[in-house]
C-alpha cells in the first residue's frame, strides 16, 4: 500500500529548498507527496522564527494536528527547522505537544531518515537538536518541487549577527559549499532542463570568505558561462559585502537577471549602527547609484523593518526618505519583532505596537504607489517571461520577467517552464496581464 508524505513550510527561499531536501528523504524511504494532511502516513513541519507571528503560526498548526493524530495513532509528525533550533524550544514544543513523534534542528536534517526508522521501531518521541558544528552539510538529494528554478545552496549560517536577528543563533556559523560541487550541480540542473537557477546565501556576498576557493562574483561568472538558456539568480546580497566587481559580472553576463535583492532595513545611519548593519544609509545610496551607472534598468528590492528599539518619528522619516531616494522596485516591510537572545531584545526604548503598526501602513503605502508606478510602465511593452505556473482561479500561467515581475497571462496549450514574449496590457499593483505575442 502507498504511503503518503505532506510537508508544511513556514519561512524563506531557504527552508523551501531544505523541504525539498526533506522530500528527497522521504521518498527515498518510499513515500509520496500528498496534498492533503489527512492523507498523509508523515506530516513535516519545516518551521521558521525569524518573526513571533512565523512561530506562532507554526505552534498553531501543531496544535491542530492534535485531533487527527488522535484518530490516526500510526501517523507520524515530524518537526524541524529554525524553531527548533532556538536553545529550549525542543523542550518546549514536547511539553506543549507530546504527540509529535520527532523534534530535529537546522543542523541534523540529513539524519530525518534514521530518524522516522528509530521511531517506526519505539514509542517514545525521537527528540535530537544539535549544535553547530561548523561542518558544511552533508547534501541531500532534493526533490525539487519549484521547476522551472531550480535553488542552489552556496552558504549555510550567517556571521554578521544584525542585533535584531536570530539567523546566526539557529542556523550557526557561515559556511561555504566548494566552488566545484555548486558549479556541477548548477550543469546537472540546467541539463535537466531548469531554466533559473537561484544560489541561496543569508549573505552571497561574502561567499568562500577566507577559504582558498573563488569569490562570488568569480562563482557567479562561472555559472553564468554554462551553455544553454536560463537565468541566474542569487539572494541575499548585504550591501556591506556588495561589490563594483559583482556589479560589473551582473553587467556583463545576459544570464545574471538585473534584480538584486539587497536589504536596506533602515534609512536612519542612528538605527543602522544599533542595528550593528556596518553601512551608513549614504554608503547605500552609493552601491545603488555604482549599480544604476553599470546597470541603469536594474531592478532593486529590499526589506525594510519599522518599530525597530529607539526608533524615533525622525528616524522613521529617514527611511521613508531613503525609500523615495532609490525608488525600489518592490520591499517586504516587517514589523520588527523581538526574538529572545538577540542583543536588541535587551535594548531599552522598544516601541510600542500602536507607533509601529502606524509606521508600517504610511510606510507600505509608500512602497506600493512605488511599486505601482513602475508596474504601470510597463504597459504597451513585450516582455519575455519565464512561465512559472498556472494559476486555476484566474485561469492564467504566471511567470516573471528578469526583473521579477509577476505577469499573468493565457495560454492554449501548457507553456510551463518556457520563454514567452508576453505583451502587457494592464497592472494591478505588483502584477502585470498581457497576452502572449
Ligand atoms: N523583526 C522583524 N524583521 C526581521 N527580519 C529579520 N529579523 C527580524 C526581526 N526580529 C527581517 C529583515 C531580514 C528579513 C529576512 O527579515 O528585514 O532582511
Ligand atoms: Fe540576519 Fe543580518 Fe545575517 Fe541577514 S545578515 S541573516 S539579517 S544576521
Known amino acids: ?10 519561512g524563506c527561499q531557504m527552508n523551501v529548498h531544505e523541504s525539498e531536501k526533506i522530500a528527497g528523504i522521504l521518498s527515498e524511504l518510499g513515500y509520496k507527496s500528498s496534498d492533503s494532511m489527512e492523507k498523509a502516513d508523515i506530516v513535516v513541519f519545516n518551521t521558521c522564527c525569524i518573526r513571533e507571528n512565523a ?71 525521537v527528540i535530537e537538536v544539535v549544535d553547530d558544528d561548523g561542518k558544511v552539510y552533508q547534501e541531500t538529494k532534493s526533490l525539487r518541487t519549484s521547476y522551472p528554478n531550480a535553488w542552489i ?45 537561484t544560489l541561496l546565501g543569508q549573505n552571497v556576498n561574502s561567499y568562500a570568505n577566507g577559504t582558498e576557493d573563488i569569490s562570488f562574483p568569480e562563482l557567479l561568472q562561472k555559472i553564468a558561462e554554462i551553455d544553454g538558456k536560463f537565468r541566474l539568480r542569487f539572494m541575499t546580497s548585504h550591501p556591506k559585502d556588495f561589490s563594483e566587481e559583482l556589479v560589473k559580472v551582473i553587467a556583463d553576463n545576459p544570464k545574471i537577471c ?58 522613521f522619516k529617514a527611511t521613508l526618505n531613503l525609500v523615495n531616494k532609490v525608488g525600489f522596485s518592490s520591499a517586504f516591510s516587517f514589523v520588527y519583532s523581538k526574538r529572545d537572545g538577540t542583543v536588541a531584545a535587551k535594548m531599552e526604548n ?11 501602513m504610511e510606510l507600505i503605502s509608500l512602497v506600493n504607489s512605488n511599486t505601482r508606478e513602475q508596474s504601470e510602465k510597463y504597459i504597451g511593452k513585450t516582455v519575455e517571461i519565464l512561465c512559472e505556473d498556472y494559476d486555476k482561479k484566474r485561469g492564467a500561467y504566471l511567470g516573471r520577467d528578469e526583473f521579477g515581475r ?6 492554449d496549450k501548457d507553456v510551463i517552464g518556457e520563454f514567452v514574449n508576453v505583451l502587457i496590457d494592464g497592472a494591478n499593483g505588483i502584477s502585470l496581464f498581457g497576452k502572449i505575442v
Not at 99 to 123: A, E, M, P
Not at 298 to 305: E, F, P, V
Request: with cysteine; glycine share 6%.
Open 153 to 197: 545552496n552556496i552558504t549555510y549560517g550567517c556571521n554578521n549577527f544584525c542585533t535584531y536577528c536570530i539567523v546566526p543563533y539557529v542556523r550557526g556559523r557561515e559556511r561555504s559549499r566548494r566552488s566545484a560541487d555548486i558549479i556541477a550541480e548548477a550543469k546537472e540542473l540546467i541539463a535537466l532542463g531548469y531554466k533559473e537557477i
Open 258 to 315: 538585473k534584480c538584486v535583492h539587497l536589504p536596506v532595513q533602515s534609512g536612519s545611519d542612528k538605527i543602522l549602527r544599533a542595528m550593528n548593519r556596518r553601512y551608513t544609509s549614504a554608503d547605500y545610496v552609493e552601491k545603488v547609484a555604482t549599480l544604476k551607472e553599470y546597470i541603469p534598468n536594474c531592478a532593486i528590492t529590499t526589506d525594510l523593518i519599522v518599530g525597530f528599539p529607539g526608533e524615533t518619528d525622525d528616524d
Open 55 to 125: 512561530e506562532n503560526h507554526a505552534f498553531g498548526n501543531i496544535g491542530m494536528l492534535k485531533k487527527l493524530k488522535a484518530a490516526r495513532r500510526d501517523m507520524i509528525i515530524a518537526v524541524g527547522g529554525c524553531l527548533t533550533q532556538q536553545l529550549g524550544k525542543a523542550g518546549d514544543l514536547h511539553d506543549k505537544f507530546p504527540y509529535v513523534d520527532i523534534i530535529f534542528g537546522t543542523h541534523n536534517l540529513g539524519k530525518l531518515k534514521d530518524y522516522i526508522l528509530k521511531k517506526q521501531s519505539q514509542k517514545k518521541a
Open 406 to 411: 509577476m505577469a499573468y497571462f493565457k495560454s
Open 350 to 360: 522598544q516601541i510600542p505596537a500602536e507607533v509601529s503598526k502606524q509606521r508600517i
Open 1 to 10: 500500500m502507498d504511503k503518503f508524505y505532506h510537508i508544511v513550510t513556514y
